[in-house]
């Protein structure tokens, strides 16, 4: 079973721990070949069927009642094109292996998501994402994929093969079939050199738009009930490579990021009237620091505090304003806050249901420690964030419906026609694809 997601006794749960179920079956298979086969089974015993990688989201576009399918079998990498700089993995490789393995390869994708325990498959059927100025998502880094399809067959796609759907099942929901395998655009490995410091978040706002355009990766944390954040500005180095020391990360990404962090969570949850004086000491305690390493130990950092998250795209035009509301909003409605709120962008691209399709887009996620109460903080967040037109991370928590996103992505028409044709019967439906999609 994964590590991060519990299956004991036929009952899954989330690494969040908000969404749990109990499927009637779980497959692990060891080869496409089984997994078509176990698809094949399913629709057989009238069984509605659904593929899960560590659990990473906080929705349950996984969960179900019938099978469950368990890719940790289906890991590794098929093979590396040094022609095309491509890379073909299997669904269930971990982010981290495949991040190591690329490595030792001399190579690298191009951005990636701020942690790496999610499976390919699971990370980019999400719509995972880091933050750019002109690099996107880790679905937009793919060149093709293969997935099985609701009658068992194997489809490859790619934008010369099955265009239609390669367009739709790069961030699919798992609505179209059971990824199996993934091709990633790759380039030779890189250095970025990381620049982590404490701004004020007036100054943030103020000069946003500078931010963004001087770096070519560029986000901030703001700890709310304070106006403090930490910034962190990543670009391309000709090196030398300077890594964070030993002790040093040790002390700031494990201590303080998360063993201090989490006691901090414990007393919060006790006792919420403590909070904001929490977060003044917590915005204060780390330090600037600049380092550079390869890309994946600069993108991604360990998130050992456990936590429930909603995270919104807005029109990155939009995100100065939105910030501004969400910080009134949290100053006057007595809400206590022990998270920070998290702040990335996006560049546009041309995937039917990415959070960024064809808008370039600023990401602003809210959190809050895992058993705290967190409904009416992401109500009132989320009614900002709608506003704005925002579109909700398929993996975290929303309230929306297929009647909102028909507005909100000009093409969401193309991708149900594709769910019609390829899974007519709905043997990838589940309660949370009903709400999103339609019947």
């Not at 931010?211 to 106006?227: D, R, V």
């Not at 501004?324 to 998270?339: H, I, K, P, T």
Request: proline share 5%; hydrophobic share 40%.
């Amino acid at each position: 079973m994964s590590s991060t997601a519990s299956g004991k006794y036929g009952t899954w749960r989330n690494w969040g721990g908000n969404v749990t179920a109990r499927p009637a079956r779980q497959v692990v298979p060891a080869s496409v070949e089984e997994l078509a086969a176990a698809v094949r089974r399913a629709r057989e015993d009238g069984l509605k069927v659904k593929a899960v990688g560590t659990g990473h989201s906080f929705t349950s576009i996984a969960a179900t009642d019938g099978v469950l399918i368990r890719p940790q079998l289906l890991t590794g990498i098929r093979g590396i094109d040094r022609e095309s700089m491509t890379v073909t993995v299997e669904a269930g490789t971990p982010l981290k292996r495949l991040n190591a393995a690329l490595a030792r390869e001399g190579l690298s994708l191009t951005n990636m998501g701020d942690i790496m325990e999610q499976t390919v498959s699971g990370a980019t059927s999400t719509g995972t994402h880091g933050t750019g100025r002109e690099s996107a998502s880790i679905a937009a880094q793919i060149k093709g994929l293969e997935l099985v399809t609701a009658d068992g067959s194997v489809l490859s796609c790619s934008e010369k093969e099955n265009p239609d759907v390669f367009a739709a099942a790069r961030i699919g929901l798992g609505a179209l079939g059971v990824v199996t395998a993934i091709t990633f655009a790759v380039e030779p490995l890189f250095l970025l050199t990381a620049r982590e410091e404490p701004m004020p978040l007036d100054r943030v706002l103020g000069e946003f738009d500078q931010l963004w355009a001087e770096n070519e990766h560029f986000e901030f944390y703001w700890f709310p009930h304070t106006g403090s954040t930490n910034t962190k500005r990543n670009n391309r180095s000709a090196g030398p490579e300077q890594p964070v020391g030993q002790l040093a990360g040790w002390f700031e990404d494990e201590f303080l990021s998360n063993g201090v962090f989490q006691a901090a969570q414990w007393v919060g949850r006790a006792a919420p009237a403590a909070i904001p004086a929490i977060a003044r000491i917590s915005s204060k305690a780390l330090s600037a620091r600049t380092y550079t390493d390869i890309p994946y130990k600069v993108f991604t950092s360990p998130r050992r505090v456990r936590f429930v998250e909603m995270e919104y795209a807005v029109p990155r035009a939009a995100v100065v304003e939105t910030l501004r509301e969400l910080r009134a909003m949290v100053d006057r409605s007595g809400v206590r806050v022990s998270f920070p709120v998290e702040v990335r962008t996006a560049p546009a691209d041309d995937i039917t249901l990415s959070t960024a399709s064809g808008r370039d887009s600023a990401y602003i996620a809210v959190h809050m420690f895992r058993g705290t109460p967190y409904q009416g903080y992401f109500t009132a967040a989320e009614r900002i964030f709608t506003a704005h037109e925002g579109r909700p991370h398929w993996g975290k928590v929303h309230t929306r419906d297929a009647e909102y996103f028909a507005r909100v992505y000009p093409r969401f028409g193309e991708f149900t026609a594709l769910r019609d044709r390829l899974d007519p019967e709905r043997l990838f439906q589940n309660d949370y694809l009903r709400r999103v999609l339609g019947a």
